[in-house]
């Protein structure tokens, strides 16, 4: 190959010239070069260059190059990456990110024949200082080296010899950098930005602000191309920005494309690249502004009225888009005919799909008439001693509470978004004062809504119905006002006194909290004593996390609304809890669990409120070791999942649905619900974990699980987690626990029966374990009521079974009597399913019952009695060989004649799988004397068509007498059965008639391919027929039908003639 240093025919490579060698390599001048130029490949990198053109200096070693750089070199020299993808639907990052390096192209030549056209014979790459040109021609050489050093090619290598390059960055298939020309005595120093993209090891197209129009390269091209070649390591090497943007999700994807329509500038690609490295970055600057960007562009406090006027008119035209993403993400009517086909009742609202929907631009618009001129809002940022003692509890909407503190009743997430604000435009002071007066706010309100509700709790309960009170929640909110409100009082535990320096009377008394931890700060004029930013920023967490909201449409609303709620549970699992923290967990748990419509724990919700299981969880675990039974309040009032129970009350269907339910009860729209279940089902294994131990909690937390939880599988989860905890291997076994786990079986039992469940025989196994583990009277009590919760099959093949075998009776420590008694429950249940289920079950029975001679007749009954109605021949045969195996010949024989009268087997089903049943009832019956065989022959004349079953029965007949000994111990003659005299005469001539009949048959569509087997099958035919003393007459005739009848047919009948004459 060219590129491993074998020089191409010079016609081929306009830069290949006299004067290099075979040994250099692609680009370098034999002989050496002189400073500034000479050598394509000159420059500091050699090693680099080396490397990328797959080459050393000789006298150099070189490692083997990894497997995973040949295939990827390989790859991208000839396949599109397109290719690649669409041919491998998972690519590894570290594969893509080779195929991507060493897609670049790697011979200088390419970049030289592309930049450079000289039809004379020098070199232009040669520098001054090649041979010198003999005597007169010296002006000559020099005009001409003069020319050489105004190629691109030359003047890109001095650009990058000068170090001109910089600001290289490799985005894919797209190499971008900045080139630096030199300052002239005529003209300035000016920056390049150039851009070159490439595909398979060539260049397929440059761009450079330089505004050259030739085609060829100009010289800032050639500089970048070099140093990507004789650099590669030294370049930024980024995945294409798909596979970048593929790593977002939409929250990450909707920033980053509203900071890129901000960033005005030309380099397009490099500014993505950087944004997206930074929101990818948890640490990043860009990641501390939290909330709407917009919003905080909008409400900057700051903006000039004309700044806000063009922001509006640039939001609506953003808004007016037809493909404006909305705000909820559910952009289009995906389903309409199933929405309109949905009833309406005359109280329905109006649908959704027809509602105007919040684009990402919205919020924003409306922020525009929001402003900061009013006078409480200017006093509360602005000041420290802004206070109030003249408090009257007469209106709502209050400036001061009743400590004189300010107040900011606003909708809660704008005012948390001017916080947000606030915080983003570098004002963390008055962020900080308006953030402690919308959390005062929030803390009256929930204290006048608790006493509303105790107003009103003997009606509200009485009708047992509620409205939803917050349509819009805090949690999972676009504006985040939760977790801004958190953010904004968390950085004040964590800051040290230099930076809230404005801040006099919060830092008077900092001393040495200095620390990042997260510090109780001293107590500002606007908290009550003993309170810090850490408690009111904990206090605040929990009033949003417990505030009961509707569940909101669509799937990516109702995933934003689960993963807010786990990123504040988990920002709050990193605060340790001391004795100030509990005390505000306990009041918020009390106020929750008796804040009526206003809390998600109250104690009557609306149907569609999000639940709080998540949240009750963490509540649960924080107040466990402190308050036990509030913790355990707390999370018994929040398993509740109402949306799944069976009635819901009137009036309570607030909106129609999205998508018509195929499932009864379930409500589609809910598409986090298998999330949700989950969730519900790891607070009661918490449950169940802490009350091990404690009788009365236990049945407590059962009776709720049964109550509340409506999935088998999570059931049997649990079932398993208290199986698990209650036998572990360091402790006796809790054997409260057991029974809560043997119930929690039973139930999912009760629930599975009669429903498909792949892991029902799993269950099935592991409620009889668990039942063992109970004791003998766990495992009496489900065979006693095996019914309601086993299928037939599973009570006698499982269960019954398992109670029987060795090893339960020796887990159990049984004595004779007690073994005896759980056999005889056992065998009970096996002949009760019998009955129900002998297809099925009358094996199994029979199997359990063999050491009690009373059952097994019993069994055996309930098979003869079964055997013409319902039962198989398959069925019948497989009993009947057990028969034979438990030493009831005749048995086996009765039940053989039976299965033989429920079997047909035409003339082709010569591997049918009855056939080895066939002939071992025929063995049978033979073993045991003339008369049997005689009886069952009719029995298979009238069942079997196919000749060769035929054949190979009457053979198996001839070959030995019948048993020696037959019914009541008579002894047989032992002589050979005749074929002139029944039963075998019967036989031979059904045998001989279905060889006539399949002959017949195949004939009718036989095809050439056929024909040698069809003489081995008349090969066969005829040996049957000379077992008769006029058996060969017999076959004469019929080949000579044969030929008459199938005469057309004549290369057939040759070989009939050749064979048979």
């Known amino acids: 190959m060219a590129e491993r240093g074998q020089l191409p025919h010079p016609a081929k490579r306009l830069c290949c010239r006299p004067g290099y060698g075979s040994g250099c390599r692609p680009g370098q001048r034999a002989g050496g070069s002189g400073p500034g130029g000479g050598a394509l490949c000159a420059g500091p990198s050699s090693a680099a260059a080396a490397a990328a053109l797959g080459l050393l200096p000789l006298g150099k070693t070189q490692s083997p190059e990894s497997l995973l750089d040949i295939a990827a070199r390989k790859v991208a020299e000839k396949w599109p990456f397109q290719r690649v993808e669409e041919r491998f639907e998972r690519i590894p990052e570290p594969v893509q990110r080779r195929i991507v390096y060493w897609s670049f192209p790697r011979s200088e030549r390419e970049i030289c024949m592309y930049s450079s056209f000289n039809t004379g014979a020098e070199d232009p790459a040669a520098g001054p200082g090649g041979a010198a040109a003999p005597g007169g021609a010296m002006d000559a050489a020099a005009a001409a080296a003069a020319d050489e050093n105004r190629l691109p090619f030359r003047r890109g290598i001095a650009l990058l010899d000068g170090g001109c390059v910089d600001n290289v960055l490799q985005v894919g298939f797209h190499l971008s950098g900045t080139v630096t020309e030199p300052a002239m005595q005529s003209e300035p120093e000016t920056v390049c930005n150039v851009a070159i993209s490439f595909d398979r090891c060539k260049i397929t197209s440059v761009t450079c602000s330089c505004g050259n129009k030739d085609i060829f390269y100009c010289a800032h091209v050639v500089a970048l191309s070099l140093y990507r070649i004789r650099k590669p390591d030294q370049v930024k090497l980024h995945l294409p920005i798909s596979e970048t943007l593929f790593?977002?999700?939409?929250?990450?994807?909707?920033?980053?494309?509203?900071?890129?329509?901000?960033?005005?500038?030309?380099?397009?690609?490099?500014?993505?690249?950087?944004?997206?490295?930074?929101?990818?970055?948890?640490?990043?600057?860009?990641?501390?502004?939290?909330?709407?960007?917009?919003?905080?562009?909008?409400?900057?406090?700051?903006?000039?009225?004309?700044?806000?006027?063009?922001?509006?008119?640039?939001l609506k035209k953003w808004n007016s888009v037809d493909v404006c993403p909305w705000e909820d993400g559910n952009h289009g009517n995906e389903l309409p005919n199933l929405t309109n086909a949905l009833p309406?009742?005359?109280?329905?609202?109006?649908?959704?799909?027809?509602?105007?929907?919040?684009?990402?631009?919205?919020?924003?618009?409306?922020?525009?008439?929001?402003?900061?001129?009013?006078?409480?809002?200017?006093?509360?940022?602005?000041?420290?001693?802004?206070?109030?003692?003249?408090?009257?509890?007469?209106?709502?909407?209050?400036?001061?509470?009743?400590?004189?503190?300010?107040?900011?009743?606003?909708?809660?997430?704008?005012?948390?978004?001017?916080?947000?604000?606030?915080?983003?435009?570098?004002?963390?002071?008055?962020?900080?004062r308006l953030a402690i007066a919308i959390v005062n706010t929030l803390r009256r309100q929930q204290q006048k809504q608790l006493e509303m509700f105790r107003a009103q709790k003997k009606d509200l309960l009485h009708r047992g119905v509620t409205s939803i009170t917050n349509l819009e929640g805090w949690v999972g909110h676009p504006l985040d006002p939760i977790g801004t409100l958190f953010g904004s009082l968390m950085e004040a535990c964590r800051v040290d006194d230099d930076s809230f320096h404005g801040f006099s009377d919060f830092t008077e008394n900092l001393g040495q909290c200095k620390s990042l931890e997260y510090q109780h700060l001293p107590a500002h004029k606007f908290l009550e004593e003993g309170e810090s930013y850490l408690t009111l920023a904990v206090e605040v967490a929990l009033i949003g996390l417990g505030q009961q909201r509707i569940m909101p449409d669509g799937l990516y609303a109702?995933?934003?609304?689960?993963?807010?709620?786990?990123?504040?549970?988990?920002?709050?699992?990193?605060?340790?809890?001391?004795?100030?923290?509990?005390?505000?967990?306990?009041?918020?748990?009390?106020?929750?669990?008796?804040?009526?419509?206003?809390?998600?724990?109250?104690?009557?919700?609306?149907?569609?409120?999000?639940?709080?299981?998540?949240?009750?969880?963490?509540?649960?675990?924080?107040?466990?070791?402190?308050?036990?039974?509030?913790?355990?309040?707390?999370?018994?009032?929040?398993?509740?999942?109402?949306?799944?129970?069976?009635?819901?009350?009137?009036?309570?269907?607030?909106?129609?649905?999205?998508?018509?339910?195929?499932?009864?009860?379930?409500?589609?729209?809910?598409?986090?619900?298998?999330?949700?279940?989950?969730?519900?089902?790891?607070?009661?294994?918490?449950?169940?974990?802490?009350?091990?131990?404690?009788?009365?909690?236990?049945?407590?937390?059962?009776?709720?699980?049964?109550?509340?939880?409506?999935?088998?599988?999570?059931?049997?989860?649990?079932?398993?987690?208290?199986?698990?905890?209650?036998?572990?291997?360091?402790?006796?076994?809790?054997?409260t626990l057991?029974?809560?786990?043997?119930?929690?079986?039973?139930?999912?039992?009760?629930?599975?029966l009669s429903t498909l469940n792949w892991r029902r025989r799993e269950m099935v196994r592991w409620l009889v374990t668990c039942a063992t583990e109970v004791g003998v009277y766990a495992l009496d009590s489900i065979m006693q009521n095996w019914f309601t919760l086993f299928t037939p099959t599973e009570a006698t093949s499982i269960v019954a079974t398992t109670v029987m075998s060795n090893s339960t009776i020796v887990r159990l420590h049984l004595d004779c009597h007690q073994q005896e008694k759980l056999a005889g429950s056992a065998r009970t249940l096996a002949l009760q399913c019998a009955m129900k289920d002998p297809q099925n079950c009358a094996l199994s029975a029979l199997t359990l019952c063999e050491k009690d001679h009373i059952a097994f007749e019993t069994a055996y009954q309930i098979v003869l009695d079964?055997?013409?109605?319902?039962?198989?021949?398959?069925?019948?045969?497989?009993?009947?060989?057990?028969?034979?195996?438990?030493?009831?010949?005749?048995?086996?024989?009765?039940?053989?004649?039976?299965?033989?009268?429920?079997?047909?087997?035409?003339?082709?089903?010569?591997?049918?799988?009855?056939?080895?049943?066939?002939?071992?009832?025929?063995?049978?019956?033979?073993?045991?004397?003339?008369?049997?065989?005689?009886?069952?022959?009719?029995?298979?004349?009238?069942?079997?068509?196919?000749?060769?079953?035929?054949?190979?029965?009457?053979?198996?007949?001839?070959?030995?007498?019948?048993?020696?000994?037959?019914?009541?111990?008579?002894?047989?003659?032992?002589?050979?059965?005749?074929?002139?005299?029944?039963?075998?005469?019967?036989?031979?001539?059904?045998?001989?008639?279905?060889?006539?009949?399949?002959?017949?048959?195949?004939?009718?569509?036989?095809?050439?391919?056929?024909?040698?087997?069809?003489?081995?099958?008349?090969?066969?035919?005829?040996?049957?027929?000379?077992?008769?003393?006029?058996?060969?007459?017999?076959?004469?005739?019929?080949?000579?039908?044969?030929?008459?009848?199938?005469?057309?047919?004549?290369?057939?009948?040759?070989?009939v003639r050749e064979r048979f004459g």
Not at 347 to 352: G, I, K, L, R, T
Not at 394 to 410: A, I, K, R
Not at 1026 to 1042: E, P, R
Request: proline fraction near 4%; hydrophobic fraction near 40%.
């Open 247 to 314: 790593q977002m999700n939409r929250d990450q994807l909707q920033k980053f494309v509203q900071y890129l329509i901000t960033v005005h500038h030309t380099e397009v690609l490099p500014t993505a690249q950087k944004l997206a490295d930074e929101i990818l970055s948890q640490n990043s600057e860009i990641n501390q502004v939290h909330g709407a960007l917009w919003m905080c562009i909008v409400l900057n406090p700051h903006c000039k009225l004309e700044q806000k006027s063009s922001w509006l008119k640039q």
């Open 344 to 432: 309406q009742g005359a109280n329905a609202n109006q649908d959704s799909s027809n509602r105007p929907h919040r684009t990402v631009f919205t919020r924003a618009i409306e922020a525009c008439d929001l402003h900061w001129q009013d006078s409480h809002l200017q006093h509360i940022i602005s000041s420290d001693l802004y206070t109030n003692y003249c408090y009257h509890d007469d209106t709502e909407n209050l400036l001061f509470d009743s400590q004189g503190w300010p107040l900011w009743h606003e909708h809660v997430p704008t005012a948390c978004a001017r916080v947000d604000a606030l915080r983003s435009h570098g004002y963390p002071r008055e962020a900080l």
């Open 558 to 735: 109702q995933e934003k609304v689960c993963r807010n709620e786990e990123q504040l549970i988990s920002k709050l699992q990193e605060i340790e809890l001391d004795d100030t923290l509990v005390k505000i967990f306990r009041k918020q748990a009390v106020f929750l669990l008796e804040g009526g419509p206003y809390s998600g724990l109250g104690e009557v919700i609306h149907r569609e409120s999000v639940p709080m299981h998540t949240f009750a969880k963490y509540l649960f675990t924080s107040l466990l070791p402190h308050d036990a039974e509030l913790a355990y309040k707390t999370a018994l009032r929040a398993m509740r999942l109402l949306v799944l129970e069976s009635t819901a009350p009137s009036g309570d269907l607030s909106r129609p649905h999205h998508i018509a339910s195929v499932v009864p009860n379930r409500y589609p729209r809910w598409f986090t619900l298998s999330h949700i279940e989950s969730q519900q089902c790891e607070l009661a294994s918490t449950m169940l974990t802490a009350a091990k131990g404690d009788v009365r909690r236990l049945e407590t937390v059962l009776e709720s699980i049964q109550k509340n939880i409506h999935s088998s599988s999570h059931i049997f989860k649990l079932a398993q987690d208290a199986f698990k905890i209650a036998t572990l291997m360091d402790s006796l076994p809790d054997i």
């Open 738 to 752: 057991l029974k809560v786990s043997l119930e929690l079986g039973l139930q999912v039992m009760r629930m599975t």
């Open 866 to 1055: 079964a055997a013409t109605a319902g039962m198989s021949y398959s069925q019948l045969f497989t009993i009947a060989r057990y028969m034979e195996h438990r030493g009831y010949p005749m048995r086996a024989y009765k039940l053989a004649t039976l299965a033989m009268t429920h079997l047909n087997l035409s003339y082709n089903q010569d591997t049918h799988p009855a056939i080895n049943d066939v002939l071992w009832a025929c063995a049978l019956s033979h073993s045991l004397g003339k008369n049997e065989l005689a009886a069952i022959i009719p029995l298979v004349v009238k069942s079997v068509k196919c000749a060769t079953v035929l054949s190979d029965i009457l053979r198996r007949c001839t070959l030995t007498t019948p048993g020696m000994v037959g019914l009541h111990g008579r002894r047989n003659s032992g002589k050979l059965m005749s074929l002139d005299k029944a039963p075998l005469r019967q036989l031979l001539d059904a045998t001989i008639g279905a060889y006539i009949n399949t002959t017949h048959s195949r004939l009718t569509h036989i095809s050439p391919r056929h024909y040698s087997e069809f003489i081995e099958f008349l090969s066969k035919a005829r040996e049957t027929f000379l077992m008769a003393h006029d058996g060969h007459i017999q076959f004469t005739q019929f080949i000579d039908n044969l030929k008459q009848i199938y005469k057309g047919k004549k290369k057939l009948m040759m070989l």
